[in-house]
């Protein structure tokens, strides 16, 4: 059973910067995608950013995209998703999911975390 653990979230201000961090217990393979999702207080699930573990080609949201970046660490069996200028519409559960296709759709990923909290204030 893959666990996914994130790590990283707090309580910012608008403007500042924040990184969360995944850790995977068994190491992706090549074809495999990692994401980042996140979710709002009454809201559904939304698609953050993708990498592909192998080649590490990267997929954002148009609402991140220059402001956020995804990465991963093949020696750790790590994602990370660096996150700068953040706004208060950042704020939610922040969650690593892995999948087999850079999808926005949350039914396309197996494996999920638990979620990191991330609070924007103005």
């Known amino acids: 059973q893959v666990q996914l653990v994130e790590s990283g979230g707090g309580l910012v201000q608008a403007g500042d910067s924040l990184r969360l961090s995944c850790a995977v217990s068994?190491?992706?393979?090549?074809?495999?995608?990692m994401s980042w999702f996140r979710q709002a207080p009454g809201r559904e699930r939304e698609f953050v950013a993708a990498?592909?573990?192998?080649?590490?080609?990267?997929v954002y949201a148009d609402s991140v995209k220059g402001r956020f970046t995804i990465s991963r660490d093949k020696s750790e069996n790590a994602v990370y998703l660096q996150m700068n200028s953040l706004k208060p519409e950042d704020a939610a559960l922040y969650y690593c999911a892995r999948g087999t296709s850079p999808d926005a759709s949350p039914i396309s990923y197996r494996y999920w975390g638990q979620g990191t909290q991330v609070f924007v204030s103005s």
């Open positions: 068994e190491r992706p393979y090549s074809s495999h995608v």
């Open positions: 990498i592909r573990w192998g080649y590490g080609t990267t």
